[in-house]
């Protein structure tokens, strides 16, 4: 005899396997030697035994396990079995029921670990969801976020749905729209898990898990330079690529630092994406020097503000002078003035009009120099110096101290040349205007008269009218003393008695005393001083011991050669 399961039913899933026990029993007379079938299974069912052949003795129990398997997608439903142990004299069999009731499973996956997500544009995240039950099924969608390191503090997550239906064996994809609203997630990224659960068994669910990392900027710049050479105001052009080598999506800035190319674009680049082609032009600065110059473009990015990339592109700044018009040089003054014993001053401006470094020295030329020491100094030096190094269209002031070497009244014409050097070359330059100099003589005395009224007489009038004046003067008295002597002659008695009684009435009169007479000192005015015991003045402003004009006397006015300041030197007084 056979005896299975006490309800005769052996209850299983899809994709589970039941055991079941049985026993036979010899209670016949012979020994039997018994081998096991099973009829009724169903699709996707299979069933094996722990000892497929028996060998039974008389009264003698065995024990068999039977194992049934079920796939998958084996269909749920009722199926009748038929047990049998056999032999060629003899068979026993065992009918039960196969009980397959509808499997719950399902499995979740993705092709992807992790994703990198960043604050320009929103990132998706993709995962599958499949029924492995044996009926339809709905499944619950839920996140979860690591306690430590939270992805929602940094990052807004959004599924596409929270609960799929699925037939059994059937796929459907689902999606998470994942953007960072605050920097500063850890560059590990966040971990976050995917749980889906059965609602036709809750205690079944499936889960994976990924990481949400934070994007790195990074960018590349290619400059591609048409016409990197080009004189000061001119243009050099060409055109520039950026590349995102970011691990996201990302927005730039990109512009040049130094020159005005007219270049500023913002554009969106995927990681791994580059721009189109930008064009840029620019113009070189008026006041560039000659030889290698750069210029800079610069990438901003947008996502991580304090990501900036640089790329220097180099371009040669050509030459721009002439050989005759390196130098502009000028008198401040186009004309001076000075006593004969005196000096005066002016500047003299100095400036590179070339687009490089230049250097050299100063010169004054002129027929009339040897009338004059002259004295160079740079301004604020106290040094004299004729030499001069400039800086591309720097200036620089000289000044030009000019002494008098001649006592008597004379005039020069003076102007300024020079050698200059620019890149190792030397060439000639000379001033833009000349310096007329008029040295004043000492006063001479005069060589007419002039009278009241406008009246002027040269030397020979003077003469003549002196000649005409004595020559009457004389006549006049020629003719004064003879008309004397007429009347002395007629009345010489009477004059006699007149003149007796005159001294008889004449008392006696005393000696006039000396009047005394007061001088009263003269008081320096602030421009005026006396000569010294050797011929020498002090100036009153300066306070320099100058020399005065040979033969002078006082007073006279002069300049002061340090100060060019006029002076008035007046006489001694003696008390």
């Known amino acids: 005899s056979m005896s299975g399961p006490l309800d005769g ?47 039974l003795d008389t009264g003698i129990t065995s024990t068999v396990t039977m194992s049934v398997s079920m796939i998958s997608t084996a269909q749920s439903g009722s199926y009748p079995l038929n047990i049998t142990y056999s032999s060629v004299e003899f068979s026993q069999s065992l009918s039960l029921e196969l ?77 998470i729209s994942i953007r960072e609203r605050v920097a500063g997630a850890p560059t590990s990224g966040c971990d976050v898990g995917i749980i889906v659960t059965s609602s036709n068994d809750d205690t079944v669910s499936s ?49 040049t630092i130094g020159e005005d190319c007219g270049l500023s674009e913002i554009f969106t680049l995927s990681a791994g994406a580059s721009s189109q082609v930008f064009s840029w032009s620019c113009t070189i600065d008026s006041g560039a ?29 050509e030459e721009n002078w002439d050989n005759d018009d390196i130098l502009e040089i000028s008198f401040k003054d186009e004309s001076l003035s000075m006593a004969s014993s005196g000096g005066s001053s002016t500047t003299i401006t100095v400036k590179n009009k070339a687009n490089a470094p230049v250097n050299g020295n100063l010169f004054i030329i002129g027929n009339d120099t040897s009338l004059f020491d002259i004295i160079l100094t740079p301004v604020n030096s106290e040094t004299p110096s004729d030499e001069f190094t400039l800086a591309n269209g720097q200036s620089a002031e000289f000044e030009i101290l000019i002494n008098s070497r001649v006592s008597e009244s004379e005039s020069a014409l003076l102007s300024i040349s020079a050698t200059v050097v620019i890149g190792g070359v030397g060439y000639p330059a000379e001033s833009n205007n000349e310096l007329v100099i008029m040295i004043d003589g000492p006063e001479l005395p005069p060589n007419g008269v002039e009278l009241p009224f406008g009246v002027v007489l040269d030397e020979q009038q003077s003469i003549s009218a002196m000649v005409g004046g004595w020559v009457f003067a004389i006549l006049l008295l020629v003719l004064m003393n003879f008309l004397r002597k007429r009347r002395k002659i007629a009345s010489v008695k009477a004059t006699i008695e007149e003149a007796g009684e005159q001294e008889e009435s004449k008392p006696d009169k005393k000696p006039k005393k000396k009047e005394e007479k007061t001088i009263k000192a003269h008081k320096l005015q602030s421009n005026e001083c006396r000569m010294t015991p050797d011929n020498k003045v002090i100036c009153p402003f300066c306070e320099a011991k100058l020399g005065v004009p040979r033969g002078s006397i006082p007073p006279f006015k002069f300049s002061c050669p340090q100060c060019d300041k006029k002076i008035r030197v007046v006489e001694n007084q003696k008390f």
Request: hydrophobic share 40%; no cysteine.
């Open 9 to 55: 039913r052996i209850s299983t899933k899809p994709g589970e396997s039941v055991d079941v026990q049985l026993s036979i029993i010899n209670t016949g007379t012979m020994d039997l030697d018994l081998t096991a079938s099973v009829a009724g299974l169903p699709t996707g069912a299979d069933a094996t035994f722990s000892s497929t052949e028996v060998d």
């Open 99 to 175: 009980q397959v009731a509808d499997s719950v499973g399902l499995t979740v996956n993705s092709i992807n670990n992790n994703i990198a997500a960043g604050p320009i544009s929103e990132v998706i995240y993709t995962f599958e969801v499949t029924n492995l039950g044996s009926a339809s099924d709905t499944f619950f969608v839920a996140l979860d976020f690591d306690e430590n390191n939270n992805a929602s503090s940094w990052f807004d997550t959004t599924l596409s749905t929270s609960s799929i239906n699925l037939d059994p064996s059937s796929t459907q994809a689902v999606t």
């Open 207 to 255: 889960a994976i898990g990924f990481k949400i990392i934070p994007i790195q900027a990074s960018a590349q710049i290619t400059v591609l330079s048409g016409d990197d050479s080009a004189k000061p105001g001119e243009a050099i052009s060409g055109d520039v690529v950026v590349t995102n080598t970011g691990t996201g999506e990302d927005q730039f800035l990109l512009t």
């Open 289 to 317: 020097s000659a030889g290698s110059s750069s210029l800079t473009f610069r990438v901003t990015s947008n996502a991580r503000s304090n990501y900036v990339v640089e790329e220097v592109e180099s371009f040669t700044v």
